[in-house]
């Protein structure tokens, strides 16, 4: 797969053009204050009341209204959760929209899964650094980066790619590296990631085996302990060098442990259910239920999260955190 660095993109693309972020949360403080600091012209749109707001007007910006700001840009990114952005882009964003300005994302649910459909002179691209917002500004002031996908849905332009390239200097991604992908494969990918892997699959395994012990009679607090907070040792050792530096670092017996009890644990039927959970995102099942879910009050929504909210893992974990004077409160 080719990867672009900072001489495959020309910021100069960008150099006479008003950039929008609309949304000064996780990903849109990151984007913006890189982009200013690459000298690129950026206007915030966020609107008031909130400590995004204040944010935005400490980091030195005069936040304005999303229908101000897109009306004042070239290059609109739309930076809010997935679930308002039609919306906002409805009201706010496309009475604005002129032929030649180049709508941005930083994630492609609406635009593939045609919640957003941008008139045809529009060029429709996506940015999208692989990592949260604040290790995006974060690396970017100390002269490093986040890498980066981009993506080109709509080419009005002829240049759409080579401004998401630029956009993606702009926010420092080429320093590190930007790869190309399509809006499909970025929004299949990362719904089934979080899905089936690291936000769902992770914590039923954490619950599972949190509560396995627990029913067997051992204390809670040991149970978290090897259940969760050990998590992190491990992922630590996976993220610096894969599965084979996890390997070579824990016991023998753990390692003899992991090859053969872990293909039990997540085996043909986990497998199988990997493969559906894949399908109902491909046929557009998945987006279809989060949409009418937040469209008719999150009832369902509001009742899982306050069940696991209220799981013994959290009321234990609570109390052995307090123990973690290094943690941030
Ligand atoms: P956040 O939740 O951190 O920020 C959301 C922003 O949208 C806030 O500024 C919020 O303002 C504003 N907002 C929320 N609701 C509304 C509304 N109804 N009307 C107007 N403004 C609203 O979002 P993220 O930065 O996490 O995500 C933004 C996009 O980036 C998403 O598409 C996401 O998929 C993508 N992304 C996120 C990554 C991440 O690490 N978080 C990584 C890569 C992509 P207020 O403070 O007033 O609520
Ligand atoms: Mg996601
Ligand atoms: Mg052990």
Same mark, same amino acid.
């Given at each position: 797969?080719?990867?672009?660095?900072?001489?495959?993109?020309?910021?100069?693309?960008?150099?006479?053009?008003?950039?929008?972020?609309?949304?000064?949360? *996780?990903?849109?403080?990151?984007?913006?204050?890189?982009?200013?600091?690459? %000298?690129?012209?950026?206007?915030?749109?966020?609107? =008031?009341?909130? &400590?995004?707001?204040?944010?935005?007007?400490?980091?030195?910006?005069?936040?304005?209204?999303?229908? !101000?700001? &897109?009306? @004042?840009?070239?290059?609109? #990114?739309?930076?809010?959760?997935?679930?308002?952005?039609?919306?906002?882009?409805?009201?706010?964003?496309?009475?604005?929209?002129?032929?030649?300005?180049?709508?941005?994302? /930083?994630?492609?649910?609406?635009?593939?899964?045609?919640?957003?459909?941008?008139?045809?002179?529009?060029?429709?691209?996506? +940015? @999208? =650094?692989? %990592?949260?917002?604040?290790?995006?500004?974060?690396?970017?002031?100390?002269? %490093?980066?986040?890498? +980066?996908?981009?993506?080109?849905?709509?080419?009005? *332009? /002829?240049?759409?790619?080579?401004?998401?390239?630029?956009? &993606?200097?702009?926010?420092?991604?080429?320093?590190?590296?930007?790869?190309?992908?399509?809006?499909?494969?970025?929004?299949?990918?990362?719904?089934?990631?979080?899905?089936?892997?690291?936000?769902? /699959?992770? *914590? !039923?395994? $954490?619950?599972?085996?949190?509560?396995?012990?627990?029913?067997?009679?051992?204390?809670?607090? $040991?149970?978290?302990?090897?259940?969760?907070?050990?998590?992190?040792?491990?992922?630590?050792?996976?993220?610096?060098?894969?599965? +084979?530096?996890?390997?070579?670092?824990?016991?023998?017996?753990? !390692?003899?442990?992991?090859?053969?009890?872990?293909?039990?644990?997540?085996?043909?039927? *986990?497998?199988? !259910? #990997?493969?559906?959970?894949?399908?109902?995102?491909?046929?557009?099942?998945?987006?279809?239920?989060?949409?009418?879910?937040?469209?008719?009050?999150?009832?369902?929504?509001? +009742?899982?999260?306050?069940?696991?909210?209220?799981?013994? $893992?959290?009321?234990?974990?609570?109390?052995?955190?307090? #123990? #973690?004077?290094?943690?941030?409160?």
């Amino acid at each position: 797969m080719k990867v672009y660095y900072e001489d495959d993109a020309d910021l100069n693309l960008l150099k006479d053009k008003t950039v929008a972020i609309i949304g000064y949360g *996780s990903q849109g403080h990151a984007h913006a204050q890189n982009l200013r600091d690459s %000298g690129i012209k950026v206007v915030v749109g966020q609107r =008031p009341g909130g &400590a995004n707001y204040e944010l935005a007007k400490e980091h030195g910006f005069e936040p304005v209204s999303a229908a !101000e700001a &897109a009306a @004042a840009a070239d290059l609109i #990114m739309v930076l809010l959760p997935d679930q308002v952005q039609a919306e906002v882009y409805k009201n706010d964003i496309k009475p604005h929209l002129k032929p030649g300005n180049v709508l941005a994302f /930083g994630h492609g649910f609406n635009v593939h899964f045609e919640q957003i459909v941008p008139d045809a002179d529009i060029d429709v691209i996506l +940015a @999208a =650094p692989k %990592g949260p917002g604040h290790l995006v500004r974060r690396t970017y002031t100390e002269g %490093g980066a986040v890498p +980066a996908i981009i993506a080109v849905d709509q080419d009005a *332009s /002829g240049k759409a790619f080579d401004i998401a390239l630029a956009y &993606a200097k702009g926010i420092g991604a080429t320093r590190s590296g930007v790869l190309e992908t399509t809006f499909r494969e970025e929004t299949e990918t990362d719904l089934f990631g979080e899905q089936a892997v690291l936000c769902g /699959g992770l *914590s !039923e395994l $954490i619950k599972a085996g949190f509560e396995t012990l627990v029913e067997a009679g051992y204390r809670p607090e $040991i149970a978290y302990f090897e259940c969760l907070h050990e998590c992190k040792l491990i992922i630590d050792l996976i993220y610096e060098g894969g599965l +084979a530096k996890m390997r070579d670092s824990i016991s023998d017996t753990a !390692e003899y442990g992991d090859l053969t009890r872990g293909p039990r644990v997540i085996n043909e039927e *986990s497998r199988k !259910e #990997m493969k559906k959970i894949l399908k109902e995102i491909q046929q557009g099942e998945f987006a279809k239920e989060f949409m009418v879910e937040n469209q008719s009050g999150k009832a369902h929504f509001s +009742a899982m999260r306050r069940i696991n909210r209220e799981h013994q $893992i959290e009321e234990v974990g609570t109390e052995l955190r307090k #123990m #973690m004077s290094w943690l941030k409160k």
